[in-house]
C-alpha cells in the first residue's frame, strides 16, 4: 500500500521520469513489455517502477506536470499472469519482474518492479525482431528502439567470457609451440605485422590472450588458455573441453551395437588442435589419385579443396555444432 500511494505522489509532483512509468494498464499489451524492456537494459539506472491501473491528464497549468488519477485494474491476477507469460516467452531471454497489486482508493493497482540485468545478459531484445530494432533503452520518461548506435553500449562495457580472466593462471600456462604456431602464421599473412617484433608475452597480451595485473603478475584469459593454454593447463582447469573425433562405421550410427565407434580425444592449444583434427579427418577420407603425363609418381587427393575442410574443421571448434559425413563428402 505504501509503495502504490508513494508512487502516485511522485507522478502527481514532478511526472513521470526515467525511473517511473505509469500505465492504464487494462491488458499486457506491447507498451508494458517495450517499458520491461528499457528498464531492463538502461545501464547503469538500476532497473525501474511501472505502475499500471492510473491514468494521466494533460496540465492546465504552467509548470507542464500531468495530473494522475487512479482507474483501478480490473482483474489483476489475469494481468500478473499474462505479463509474467510473455515476459518468459517474448524476449530473447526470460525476465522475471516482481509483480505485486496494491490498493488504492479501493481500487487494485499493479506494480511492476524490473530489475536491471547484469551485462552479461543485455541486450534484451524481442526474439521475433532481432537487434537492434527488438531492444529498448530507458531515455528520459521515454521508451526508445535502440539503433546499431547503441549496440557498442552493451557489448563493450564489460569483458565477455573470452576476455574474462581464468584464476590460477600464468605465462607458464603457455605452450611455447602454439606461440611459434601463431607467429609462423601470422608471417604467412604479413611478414611486417608489427605484434612479429613482441616478445611472447607482450605478443599474447596484444592478441587479448591474458593480462598485467596491478601486481605487475600475468594471467590467462578463456580465449588465452583455449587457444595457447598447455594441454595439462587445460586438464586442470577446464577439464571439460577437448575435441572428440568420433569415427563411426557405415552410415548407421548403430549398424553394430557391439562396436558403434572409436573416438579420437584431441586436447592442447585449439590452434594446434586443428592440424591434429585436420590430419585425422584426411587419414579416413577416400582417396583419389592423379598421375600427369610424363611423371612417374602419382599425386594422391582428397577430392575436396584442403581450404574447404580445415575452414569447416574451424567452424566446428568455434560452433561446436558440425558434423562430418564421409559418404555426402560434406558437413552438417
Known amino acids: ?27 499486457a499489451d506491447r507498451s508494458i513489455l517495450e517499458s520491461i ?17 492510473v491514468s494521466a491528464k494533460e496540465a ?14 480490473m482483474n489483476p491476477d489475469k494481468l500478473q499472469s499474462n505479463i509474467a507469460s510473455q515476459c518468459a516467452d517474448s524476449f530473447n531471454i526470460s525476465i522475471r519482474p516482481s509483480i505485486t497489486v496494491e490498493k488504492i482508493e479501493g481500487k487494485n493497482v499493479v506494480i511492476i518492479n524490473v530489475s536491471e540485468l547484469d551485462e552479461r545478459s543485455k541486450p534484451l531484445f524481442f526474439k521475433n525482431e532481432g537487434l537492434p530494432r527488438g531492444a529498448y533503452r530507458r531515455i528520459g520518461s521515454t521508451d526508445q528502439r ?5 549496440m557498442p553500449l552493451f557489448y563493450s562495457t564489460t569483458d565477455s567470457y573470452d576476455s574474462a580472466l581464468v584464476d590460477d593462471t600464468s605465462m607458464d600456462d603457455i605452450d611455447e609451440n602454439a606461440v611459434e ?19 611472447d608475452q607482450d605478443l599474447l597480451i596484444a592478441l587479448g590472450a591474458c593480462k598485467r595485473m596491478p601486481d605487475k603478475s600475468i594471467k590467462l584469459t578463456h580465449t588465452g588458455l583455449l587457444v595457447f593454454g598447455k594441454s595439462m593447463s587445460q586438464r586442470r582447469l577446464i577439464p571439460a573441453v577437448r575435441v572428440d573425433y568420433i569415427r563411426v562405421p557405415g552410415t548407421e550410427w548403430l549398424q553394430n551395437p557391439d562396436t558403434r565407434f ?6 592442447g592449444p585449439l590452434i594446434l588442435v586443428v592440424n591434429r583434427a585436420y590430419n585425422a579427418i584426411v587419414d579416413d577420407i577416400s582417396k583419389g589419385f592423379t ?21 569447416a574443421i574451424v567452424n566446428s571448434l568455434i560452433h561446436r555444432t558440425a558434423i562430418w559425413t564421409e559418404n555426402s563428402q560434406g558437413f552438417a
Open 37 to 53: 524492456c528499457a528498464f531492463s537494459n538502461e545501464p547503469n539506472l538500476g532497473g525501474g517502477k511501472i505502475i499500471l491501473g
Open 262 to 267: 572409436d573416438t579420437i580425444d584431441m586436447r
Open 60 to 73: 492546465d497549468n504552467d509548470d507542464g506536470v500531468k495530473s494522475y488519477k487512479v482507474v483501478g485494474v
Open 181 to 199: 604456431r601463431y607467429r609462423s602464421l601470422r608471417e604467412t599473412v604479413n611478414p611486417h605485422a608489427e605484434e612479429l617484433s613482441y616478445n
Open 291 to 311: 598421375l600427369a603425363d610424363g611423371d612417374i609418381q602419382a599425386k594422391s587427393h582428397i577430392g575436396l579443396p584442403s581450404k574447404t575442410l580445415r575452414e
Open 146 to 150: 535502440c539503433t546499431e548506435d547503441d
Open 1 to 27: 500500500m505504501d509503495e502504490a500511494l508513494e508512487l502516485l505522489e511522485m507522478l502527481n509532483s514532478m511526472d513521470e521520469d526515467v525511473r517511473i512509468d505509469a500505465k492504464t494498464g487494462s491488458k
